[in-house]
């Protein structure tokens, strides 16, 4: 059994051709939908996400995203691109069988990034994060049924980045005005919300998040079937919740290649840490190829175009060294 490789959802540039040809050409046994956020609002993750809600619109206000009362020329413009995207992902599909995935934003960090018509972030009021929620999970559902009726064959997974999720669990999250922060959400209420996001789906469901202090314990319990976070933020701490997640069955999609140009290292070299993690956790080898998916560390919108496909060829090298070498 090998090890998986995927990329994590943004790479540079505006094309939906060219981006749909690396995602698919560099990751044969499990592509992506890709991501262009430098097309401008509405390609960001943020806009793009608020184009999947249903009866909640947003537009670009100079501070961010504000809710909307009605469609307006952002949200188009957002559901425009995701279109093209999908048409793109479906001309170099043809025939494809195997995993596929699909990114959006989660109901916590959408909560943190919209603002009301007030200014303030939608998360300082739960009854508007329910609806966040509720909205976003009907407009999950929908992009799901599409993506699998475009490529039939493809196992389909989900992605949720959540980046804030941690800073909502621990009151990090700032106010309009910068001075405050918003008050910590309850880990129960966290915990329901993304459960009811994640049963949308059927199939796998994992969450993104390049931030420290990854929840892996929580998601767990919410149904999360993977988590997806940047290697080199993991700390001795997380051992013990990393362990339980493993022999629960939890994927650990690993981002150990960076995502922004550099040096890359030899392959073998990129998922040394994993290893030793797994010696510290006291794991068997063997199950390394089928608990880890390599990834790069974050999405690859910062990248040049040359170095985002050299990084997404080193996943997948990468995860063949593990696959081969495990111990």
């Not at 097309?39 to 670009?60: E, K, Q």
């Not at 934003?105 to 929620?133: I, K, N, S, Y």
Request: aromatic share 6%.
């Amino acid at each position: 059994m090998s090890a998986g490789a995927t990329g994590v959802g943004s790479l540079p540039g505006g094309d939906a051709r060219e981006a749909a040809k690396t995602a698919t050409g560099s990751f044969e046994d499990f592509p992506y939908l890709p991501e262009l956020p430098a097309r401008g609002p509405g390609a960001d993750m943020i806009g793009r996400s608020t184009g999947l809600l249903v009866d909640m619109y947003a537009h670009v206000e100079p501070s961010g995203w504000r809710i909307s009362d009605r469609p307006g020329r952002d949200t188009r413009r957002a559901r425009s691109w995701l279109g093209e995207d999908l048409d793109a992902l479906e001309e170099f599909t043809q025939g494809y069988t195997g995993r596929l995935k699909v990114q959006a934003v989660g109901p916590w960090t959408l909560a943190a990034a919209l603002e009301l018509h007030g200014g303030e972030a939608m998360l300082q009021d739960a009854g508007a994060c329910r609806d966040l929620a509720g909205s976003l999970t009907e407009g999950l559902r929908e992009h799901l049924a599409d993506v699998r009726k475009r490529i039939p064959g493809a196992d389909v997974v989900l992605q949720l980045d959540e980046p804030s999720l941690t800073a909502v669990l621990l009151g990090r999250v700032r106010s309009a005005s910068g001075y405050r922060t918003y008050r910590a959400v309850d880990r129960q209420v966290v915990e329901g919300a993304l459960r009811e996001v994640f049963a949308v789906h059927d199939g796998e469901v994992i969450v993104h998040s390049c931030a420290p202090e990854v929840p892996f314990g929580l998601l767990r319990r919410a149904g999360a079937t993977g988590v997806s976070f940047d290697f080199s933020l993991l700390t001795e701490r997380e051992d013990d919740a990393i362990g339980e997640a493993v022999e629960g069955g939890t994927k650990l999609f690993a981002g150990v290649v960076p995502g922004t140009d550099g040096p890359l290292s030899d392959p073998g070299g990129s998922v040394m840490g994993v290893r030793k993690l797994w010696r510290r956790l006291g794991l068997a080898p063997g199950t390394l190829a089928e608990s880890v998916v390599v990834t790069p560390s974050c999405g690859l919108a910062g990248a040049s175009p040359a170095y985002a496909r050299a990084a997404q060829a080193h996943c997948v090298r990468a995860a063949r060294s593990l696959a081969d070498n495990p111990e």
